[in-house]
Structure formats: structure tokens, C-alpha cells
């Protein structure tokens, strides 16, 4: 069964930093890219950022970039985004999503989500 | 910034058919995608590649595309079809630099 599991959230104060883990299973994760998308409390989906397959290409949105980091690891068939700087804008939900093989395929698969709160 | 313009709001009964649009400038030169997202639940992918259905989503989903509108249509509404829809594209900044819509609550009547 082709699946994603996110991990790492909790409560965090403004300024703190969290780790989010996205274990991959079921499928040839090397060969995929994925994405971070988040949804703050009753708002829509956000896209976060992107990482191709070789970690060679990666986009951030604007509203992460200079404080979030994505990686992967394909050894270990897993995704992370490294957050510091956080902000009580950045509360919601976190979902790691699998790109389908071909760019036009869209986010195929997604994972459960894992639950990010920045407040003090 | 890019931004993808949905209504807030559908409101259909049982059978009827229900059309959800999505305006963007860059839409006649990205590809769209639909997704439904139930409460408390992951989003599903619906429909990519503006009008393309993956496998195991009913055929009353379908989506086409207009100019700067694409267009999920759902053809004989049933009460499970009731959620949440984002539709997503590309900004002008590059393939993979997503954009989703805000959103379109699916009320069956």
C-alpha cells in the first residue's frame, strides 16, 4: 500500500524551531518528488515547498523562504522540513504529498497531516 | 502574488450538476488540478492535467478549461460529493511553484 506518514509536530513558542519527518512507503520514493503543503485552522490548502527526487531542484513559497528547509534522505525513504523562525501564522496542519511520476500528474498521494501550534 | 479566484460557495441538490470554477492568468499557460478534501480528512486528488481523471475517481468528476477559467464539473451530485474543493496551478515563477485556490464548499442540498 503506497503511503505517507508525517511526524514532528506539537507546540512550539514564537521564535522556536520544529523538525517535521514524512516516512514514505509502498512505492520507489527515490524516484519522486514531493511537497510540503500546510492548512492553518478553517483556511485552505498552502503550498510550502518542493524538493525533486535528487534533492537537485527545491522551491520554497515566499512566506517560508529564509526560515524553512526541505529535505530528503533516500536511503531512508523519508521527507523533512526543518522550520525555525516560527511565527503563530505558521499554525496548520502539515502535509507531505507525493508528486505523481510526470509533472502534470499532480500531488497523487498525501499523508494524514501532523499538527504544527506556534503560541506561547 | 498569483492567485487562483474560487467561489466560496456551491449549493446543488441530489442529481443535479454542480460546476466549480477557478480564474487565474496564468491558467492557458499551466496546467490545473482539482482536489476534494472531506472534514478531517487529507486531500484527494480529483482531477489532473485540467480534464484528466486518475484512476478510482468517479466519472460524474470532470474538469475542463476556458481561457483563464478551469472548470470541475460533477454531474449527478450525490451526498458523499459534499466538501471541500482546491483547485491548483502553477504561478508565472516556474512549474513546481504551486498555487492553490482558496477553496469551494460543496453543499448538497
Known amino acids: 500500500e503506497v503511503q505517507l506518514v508525517e511526524s514532528g509536530g506539537g507546540l512550539v513558542q514564537p521564535g522556536g524551531s520544529l523538525r517535521l519527518s514524512c516516512a514514505a512507503s509502498g512505492f520507489t520514493f527515490s524516484s519522486y518528488s514531493m511537497n510540503w503543503v500546510r492548512q492553518a485552522p478553517g483556511k485552505g490548502l498552502e503550498w510550502v515547498s518542493y524538493?525533486?527526487?535528487?534533492?537537485?531542484?527545491?522551491y520554497y513559497a515566499d512566506s517560508v523562504k529564509g526560515r524553512f528547509t526541505i529535505s530528503r534522505d533516500n536511503a531512508k525513504n523519508s521527507l523533512y522540513l526543518q522550520m525555525n523562525s516560527l511565527r503563530a501564522e505558521d499554525t496548520a496542519v502539515y502535509y507531505c504529498a507525493r508528486q505523481g511520476s510526470v509533472y502534470y500528474y499532480g500531488m497523487d498521494v498525501w499523508g494524514q497531516g501532523t499538527t504544527v501550534t506556534v503560541s506561547s | 502574488s498569483y492567485e487562483l479566484t474560487q467561489p466560496p460557495s456551491v449549493s446543488v441538490s441530489p442529481g443535479q450538476t454542480a460546476r466549480i470554477t477557478c480564474s487565474g492568468d496564468a491558467l492557458p499557460k499551466q496546467y490545473a488540478y482539482w482536489y476534494q478534501q472531506k472534514p478531517g480528512q487529507a486531500p484527494v486528488l480529483v482531477i489532473y492535467k485540467d480534464s484528466e481523471r486518475p484512476s478510482g475517481i468517479p466519472e460524474r468528476f470532470s474538469g475542463s478549461s476556458s481561457g483563464t477559467t478551469v472548470t470541475l464539473t460533477i454531474s449527478g451530485v450525490q451526498a458523499e460529493d459534499e466538501a471541500d474543493y482546491y483547485c491548483q496551478s502553477a504561478d508565472s515563477s516556474g512549474t513546481y511553484h504551486w498555487v492553490f485556490g482558496g477553496g469551494t464548499k460543496l453543499t448538497v442540498l
Open positions: 524538493i525533486s527526487s535528487s534533492s537537485s531542484t527545491i
